[in-house]
């Protein structure tokens, strides 16, 4: 292209390098590729052009000639022209619009004719298989053809999947040839997107979520979720041998117990679960952060006191709101504002804050949350949980046994 600027100054002309761009950001937004699916052109496209303004031809003669010469040398386009008469060489004419003819001109100005010819055959394979599914290469072209190396295989698991409605296995028992649990695992956005349009949809569970929930969405087996606890009173044990018995059990059988402890304490650090000091009817859970699907069978939780002990930053309190909305009788533990002053000396910074509201707190962590959301005591303050010194910990049970 080339790069002459007219001597008055530079002029903010369309080069040819900017009406490839405009194409660029057609096939950027799937638009090219999309027409393949829907038969519908779109074109000719006009493209955006912007020449030399009349009082700018008279005195900038030969760049207006170079640039001309640039643009009508433009592959695949189509130039519409203007006259204009010049004082000294007379009547002459420049590019006045551009166009695009045809989704093959606009493929071949981007060197892109090899990538729609692997489409179109993703295409066509769709719509022998699985006719319901086209609307999604048109929707997510770009997507598709990152895929096309996979394709078949996505449509075989598809093509199972419509005859295996809800099958109760787990992902590792799926036998498709080619097709691995991890190779499912990997591609489970996809297939979800891909599932949701192709199976009935009274083979879908639509209250599941997320992928985390992409085997109860569609009726396969998950790995039970586990529940680890310490019982703090040894009188008090569920199992044989008594004892501050560290038990990890899954989420069913856990539901299952009957209820054995009047205060239920929840931490997220390892070290606190282990360490927390022994108390009459009372147990610890090591708790899992974001996520509390596993404790909400256990509804015997609900005649219990429940304490929660997280960091003291915005996540922790997230946390805290969002069991909350599982169990709404949950108290904070040791999530306030003199054990936040205690321990200036071991305050740390929170990477990324939480910064939506949080409905459930109550008035003082409210404010708590606040101030640390908005940085007034010190910005990204965090005090982690297993900093709070011990004897702090015994002195807040106490008081709570009081």
């Known amino acids: ?93 420049i590019p006045s619009e551009v166009w695009i003819d045809s989704l093959d001109d606009a493929l071949a100005m981007l060197g892109k004719r090899s990538e729609a010819a692997r489409f179109s055959a993703l295409i066509d394979m769709t719509r022998q298989r699985q006719p319901l599914l086209p609307g999604w290469l048109a929707k997510r072209p770009l997507k598709a053809l990152e895929l096309s190396g996979h394709w078949s295989l996505l449509l075989d698991i598809v093509d199972w999947m419509q005859a295996h409605p809800r099958p109760d296995i787990y992902l590792r028992q799926v036998d498709i040839p080619g097709v691995h649990s991890k190779f499912i695992e990997a591609y489970r956005a996809v297939l979800t997107e891909l599932f949701d349009i192709s199976l009935p949809q009274d083979h879908i569970a639509p209250e599941a979520g997320g992928a985390g929930q992409f085997a109860v969405r569609y009726g396969f087996r998950d790995k039970p979720a586990r529940i680890r606890f310490r019982v703090l009173d040894p009188s008090k044990s569920p199992l044989l041998g008594g004892g501050m018995q560290d038990i990890t059990l899954d989420s069913h059988s856990f539901a299952k117990l009957p209820a054995f402890a009047s205060r239920v304490f929840i931490t997220e650090n390892e070290t606190n679960f282990l360490a927390f000091p022994a108390l009459a009817d009372s147990l610890v859970i090591f708790g899992s952060g974001y996520g509390w699907d596993s404790l909400s069978p256990a509804r015997w939780l609900s005649d219990c006191l429940i304490y929660y002990w997280g960091d003291i930053d915005t996540h922790g309190f997230a946390i805290l709101n969002q069991l909350r909305s599982r169990f709404g009788h949950v108290e904070s533990f040791m999530m306030d504002r003199d054990t936040l002053m205690v321990h200036e000396s071991l305050w740390g910074n929170e990477k990324d804050q939480a910064l939506k509201d949080l409905p459930l707190l109550t008035t003082d962590e409210q404010g708590l949350f606040d101030d640390l959301r908005d940085n007034r005591i010190r910005k990204n303050l965090r005090l982690e949980q297993e900093f709070v010194g011990f004897g702090w910990l015994e002195s807040a049970l106490a008081k709570l046994v009081e």
């Open 1 to 93: 292209m080339n790069s002459t600027k007219p001597a008055g100054g530079t002029m903010n002309w369309t080069r040819p390098a900017d009406l490839r761009a405009q194409v660029q950001k057609l096939w950027d937004r799937g638009e090219l590729l999309a027409q393949l699916v829907n038969a519908d052109s779109g074109f000719p496209k006009r493209l955006i052009l912007k020449g030399p303004a009349s009082s700018e031809i008279a005195d900038n003669y030969e760049a207006v000639r170079l640039w001309a010469k640039d643009i009508m040398d433009t592959p695949h386009c189509r130039i519409g022209m203007r006259s204009f008469v010049h004082r000294v060489v007379g009547s002459n004419s």
